[in-house]
């Protein structure tokens, strides 16, 4: 109790009683706050994106009561609305004729007991890699239109403000042997999705083991990044509460050893009985310490690390020792970091690898002069170094940076390099902003 009051007094305290209201929403525990204790942790609660479950357990009166009843029907309403895009979809590729699976959002919602009340973003759903012109066809058909951001495993196509992101690829694939078995154990995800209702929507969700394995390296991702938040952690308490300990043994044990994942899945599941109240399971073992740090990491950079800055600076240096056969130096990440601006704008350079230095000195020219004209903040290497070390140490006692573990930009499933796409599209100005996965 001693060490566990430790933890919990480093965390401030809007954040220690919003873990109270999220284990009251989720699970019943009990959450007796005061009124000032409450708003705090409604405010903490925007920047984990987890604001509908932290006002479901809300007891609030007058004026303030008024107010976060009506900002969480907004919330509701939009969660909805998202919600019900996926019933669109389903009719839409149904009706084509083209198989497909429903992604991360709406898939985590299935296993809330409230589904509306998860936060949502996209709809992320992907396709085999034959069907993607199918589907882009059919979608532009309907009146989208494909957004000119590049990403390496989705198209984004929009219509209004309704996103669809397609997938012909899942990222954070492991390297090597690892890579190997998560691409197997991935062959059937789309033929084995099963039909299912959340709330009033019906959409295809994938079988329980994919979207834990998808989960697990969706967090990763995160967490080498910019940050994994507490409604990565929400998702993945509501969804291992489905199943017993012997249950979650036989589905991930085996194979997440296979792939380095495991201490990963039992840690964050320990984190999550220990903060939200997910009830416990032998397969979570007791190494409370490490459950303990990893919650805190969590809480501290919030949702996509909004709440620290330098996460993403941090996330380039952590990111580059999950790769496999980069250098170990302190001037690697840096030349990983410059390698790929290069990569991204000036392609032709992962052939010719002789032009390398001359990408450099054109772009690390540029942002110069960017820092210097105040259009863009100075770059503190040093210090993002010296920050990042803490939380490189910490995912290391994870597993999570040993060389056979997932690099977050290799892709599964596609074989070819790009995907041919028949229309080409500008993304609308109006199309700007952040968004929530």
Not at 157 to 164: C, E, H, P, S, V
């Amino acid at each position: 109790m001693e060490k566990q009051s430790q933890y919990v007094l480093q965390m401030e305290n809007g954040e220690r009683t919003l873990l109270a209201m999220m284990e009251k929403s989720l699970f019943g525990g009990e959450c007796a706050l005061s009124e000032e204790e409450q708003l705090a942790a409604l405010e903490e609660s925007r920047k984990q994106a987890v604001f509908c479950l932290a006002a479901q357990s809300a007891s609030l009166t007058g004026e303030a009561c008024d107010r976060i009843k009506k900002q969480s029907l907004s919330a509701i309403r939009r969660n909805m609305d998202i919600l019900l895009q996926h019933q669109y979809l389903h009719e839409l590729m149904t009706k084509a004729g083209i198989p497909y699976v429903v992604l991360k959002g709406a898939a985590s919602a299935y296993y809330y007991p409230l589904p509306h009340q998860r936060m949502m973003g996209d709809v992320d759903f992907l396709v085999a890699e034959d069907d993607v012109e199918r589907a882009m066809e059919l979608l532009i058909g309907e009146g989208f239109t494909r957004c000119s951001i590049e990403e390496p495993c989705h198209i984004i196509l929009n219509k209004g403000n309704l996103y669809f992101e397609l997938h012909f690829a899942l990222g954070g694939v492991p390297n090597g042997e690892a890579g190997r078995l998560v691409r197997e154990y991935l062959e059937d995800i789309i033929p084995t999705a099963k039909t299912v209702r959340s709330g009033p929507v019906t959409f295809r969700n994938p079988e329980p083991f994919y979207h834990g394995l998808i989960m697990l390296l969706h967090m990763r991702h995160h967490l080498l990044a910019e940050g994994m938040g507490l409604r990565h952690l929400c998702d993945w308490a509501v969804f291992v509460d489905h199943f017993s300990d012997d249950e979650f043994r036989a589905m991930f044990e085996k194979k997440l050893k296979k792939t380095g994942l495991w201490r990963f899945a039992v840690t964050v599941s320990l984190s999550a009985h220990l903060a939200i109240g997910l009830p416990y399971r032998e397969f979570m073992g007791d190494d409370r310490d490490l459950a303990w740090e990893l919650l805190l990491d969590i809480i501290t950079g919030g949702n996509f690390g909004r709440k620290a800055q330098g996460r993403v600076s941090e996330g380039v240096i952590i990111s580059h020792y999950s790769q496999e056969g980069v250098g170990r130096g302190r001037l690697a990440p840096l030349i990983s970091m410059a390698n790929r601006i290069v990569y991204k704008h000036w392609p032709v350079t992962q052939k010719v690898k002789l032009l390398l230095p001359f990408g450099w000195l054109y772009w690390g020219g540029l942002r110069l002069v960017r820092e210097i004209a105040g259009t863009r903040e100075p770059m503190q290497y040093a210090k993002a170094y010296r920050d990042s070390q803490p939380r490189t140490e910490l995912y290391r006692r994870l597993q999570l940076l040993r060389r056979r573990n997932p690099d977050r930009n290799t892709p599964i499933q596609s074989k070819r390099k790009n995907v041919h796409v028949p229309h080409t599209y500008q993304r609308p100005a109006s199309a700007a902003g952040s968004k929530i996965e």
